[in-house]
């Protein structure tokens, strides 16, 4: 979301909100935690009118208010393109492919990617996106189905066979003769 909104916010728990504070302004936007951002939803909730709600199969998933009043929607809008949410834990894996090419989309966008050497196999290397100082050598990226987006100071050594989609955040390492298969992301300094 954050590279989707101008600002981003959070509305919490009491007992969360010293570590995420709310910035409210005279008007936000409110989205569902669970709504993950899709080009159509972004657009959908860009275009929301004050005290207006927009809803997906009979729920509110974003209003536009000054204050976090739900209660206080004058007017909603049934959002009828396809939603994806996080209801379950196991959504985590199932969606991860759809916000891996999401994120890929928004990340690299007007952007080049680092230099790849040419010691490495790239099928696909149009999908395939390293960060400044990101280190590979010996290795194999079939980025044909998915993306592939490799983070600064992240490493995948020597001998890994790597199928997208697949995010290798920050500084974070694939060792030598892994085999990862997508949709797969791997955290910062993982």
């Not at 010293?18 to 669970?34: G, Q």
């Not at 196991?90 to 969606?95: E, N, R, S, Y």
């Not at 592939?148 to 500084?171: F, R, T």
């Amino acid at each position: 979301w954050e590279r989707v909104a101008n600002q981003v916010s959070w509305q919490t728990q009491d007992y969360l909100a010293t570590k995420y504070p709310a910035k409210n302004e005279a008007e936000n936007i409110f989205v569902a935690a669970s709504v993950l951002p899709q080009p159509d939803f972004v657009q959908a909730i860009s275009q929301l009118k004050f005290k207006q709600g927009l809803t997906y199969d009979g729920s509110l998933v974003a209003f536009r208010y000054s204050e976090y009043h739900p209660e206080s929607i004058a007017d909603t809008i049934e959002f009828k393109k396809h939603l994806i949410s996080i209801e379950h834990t196991w959504d985590l894996f199932q969606k991860n492919d759809i916000a891996l090419r999401f994120d890929f989309e928004q990340i690299t966008a007007g952007r080049k990617t680092a230099l790849i050497s040419k010691t490495n196999n790239l099928l696909a290397p149009e999908n395939v996106f390293a960060e400044a100082g990101a280190k590979l050598e010996f290795v194999t990226i079939d980025a044909s189905e998915g993306p592939v987006y490799i983070g600064a100071g992240a490493e995948i050594m020597p001998g890994a066979l790597i199928k997208g989609p697949l995010a290798l955040c920050e500084h974070a390492t694939i060792k030598m003769g892994a085999k990862i298969y997508g949709a797969t992301t791997i955290g910062p300094w993982c």
